[in-house]
């Protein structure tokens, strides 16, 4: 006999069983690692799109940033990343080997999630939450009157998905050399991380392009190199030996090395032991993550190109020395310092892999160093990460590193290794 009541309290058991399903396939995936990218055009992506760009990777998705017909792509949603990441028209830039190369430093149960939003020639007025500047004439979904409102939805829309584990960041061009820069990127840092309740997950700052390429705003690496000092976290990324296509922008192959360098200090600062998975990660890492062995003390990227008044003292040569190591004080004030190390190689063939060490005789200690591995603790032994391993006859390499002293004069150490003379 037909039963009304049973057939009814099967339908909503139905219903009961459906809406649970949709609750447990909506929670956020702690192996989808979101990563936030913001900036001018630089990050926004400058460059031509070359062939080998276009190769994908199913395990690195792009949110769009915007309604993009010509990409096949609707706000707010994921596709499988490929150039352009940022808005409909743009190029290459960091973030695309960003995404890359984390996905190949991961295990293979995490996906990347990229979620842009640059924009060409803006000053960081348009990123402040306050909004100071609106939309600036920008061409951001309508709905937002400025561009921080715009990340947060789309980084909102993201952990709907999965996990935010870092930030990387690329602007300065329209704000060069203003000293209330770093201040207003230290607000818009910290107003993230607190409306999406993230923590202190690594911020990485780039480096403009180079006075050695013609830059026009090489100044300001001087803003960027400081923002360790004021943001929690926050780490510099090195754009030395970047060459640009013009005054403002780096070309493919630099942007291709930028992002690349990016990931290889994020890989080194996020928690992975927050990743889902039975897999290893000493078995699945791969060789741009290699260089992950670490002390305490952590990396970031700045370089001593605009050094103006230093000290050097080179090493006493081991028995198999091929270069020359110099080392410099590139800024010195009250109880800290900074200093680089530069490693020319002065032999005939190339050197394929470097180390040196150096100890300090009083309490000097580093802190922070970049453009290298570091290990120990007085003393200290700096080593290649993938992309300075070789140095070709004639070329040198250089590293560099923060510091605290006692006060007075900083001293210089003796440099010691098989590549110095």
Same mark, same amino acid.
């Given at each position: ?22 609750q ?14 913001f ?21 690195v998705?792009?949110?769009?940033d915007?309604n ?6 609707t ?57 100071p ?29 999965g ?5 990387i ?68 990324v ?9 005054v ?17 200090i994020m ?6 032991? #927050?990743?889902? *998975? %039975? &897999? =290893?990660? $000493? @078995?699945?890492? !791969?060789s +741009?993550?290699s260089? #992950?062995?670490? *002390? %305490? &003390? =952590?990396? $970031? @990227?700045?370089? !001593?190109? +605009?050094?103006?008044? #230093?000290?050097?003292? %080179?090493? =006493?040569s ?13 800024n ?85 290794g098989?590549?110095?003379?």
């Open positions: 006999m037909f039963n009304k009541n049973n057939m009814l309290g099967k339908l909503l058991f139905s219903i009961l069983l459906t809406s649970a399903a949709n447990v396939s909506a929670a956020p995936d702690p192996n989808f690692h979101i990563y936030l990218m900036g001018q055009s630089n990050m926004e992506g400058a460059a031509p799109i070359e062939n080998q760009d276009r190769v994908t990777n199913p395990r998705k792009v949110m769009a915007l993009c017909g010509n990409l096949g792509r706000y707010g949603n994921w596709y499988v990343a490929s150039p352009p990441l940022n808005r409909c028209y743009s190029g290459l830039g960091p973030g695309d080997y960003f995404g890359k190369t984390m996905a190949d430093g991961m295990p293979s149960s995490v996906t990347i999630g990229l979620v842009p939003a640059a924009v060409s020639g803006t000053p960081i007025e348009l990123y402040q939450k306050s909004a500047i609106g939309r600036n004439n920008q061409n951001i979904p309508t709905q937002f009157n400025g561009g921080y409102a715009w990340l947060l939805d789309m980084a909102k829309k993201a952990q709907q998905a996990v935010i584990k870092g930030i960041f690329h602007q300065g061009e329209s704000d060069t050399s203003d000293p209330n820069w770093k201040n207003q990127v230290k607000e818009i840092v910290t107003d993230l991380r607190r409306d999406l309740g993230i923590g202190d997950v690594p911020f990485l700052a780039g480096e403009l392009l180079y006075a050695d390429y013609g830059s026009c705003c090489h100044w300001h690496n001087t803003e960027v190199r400081k923002l360790p000092g004021l943001i929690s976290n926050a780490h510099v090195s754009a030395m030996g970047l060459p640009g296509m013009d403002y922008h780096f070309t493919t192959a630099s942007y291709r090395e930028l992002g690349r360098r990016y990931a290889q890989l080194d600062k996020i928690d992975r032991n #927050s990743v889902v *998975s %039975s &897999i =290893s990660s $000493s @078995s699945a890492r !791969s +741009s993550s260089s #992950s062995i670490r *002390s %305490s &003390i =952590s990396v $970031s @990227s700045r370089t !001593s190109s +605009s050094v103006t008044t #230093s000290r050097s003292a %080179s090493s =006493s081991r028995a198999t020395s091929t270069g020359k190591c110099v080392y410099t004080i590139t010195d004030w009250g109880n800290g310092f900074t200093a680089s190390i530069k490693i020319t190689n002065s032999s005939a063939t190339a050197i394929n892999g470097w180390s040196v060490s150096w100890n300090y005789t009083n309490a000097t200690r580093v802190t922070n160093l970049w453009n290298g591995v570091v290990v120990g603790s007085n003393p200290y032994t700096a080593t290649h990460m993938d992309w300075n391993k070789t140095i070709q006859p004639g070329q040198s390499v250089e590293f560099g590193f923060q510091g605290t002293k006692p006060n007075g004069t900083a001293v210089i150490p003796a440099v010691s098989t590549v110095c003379n």
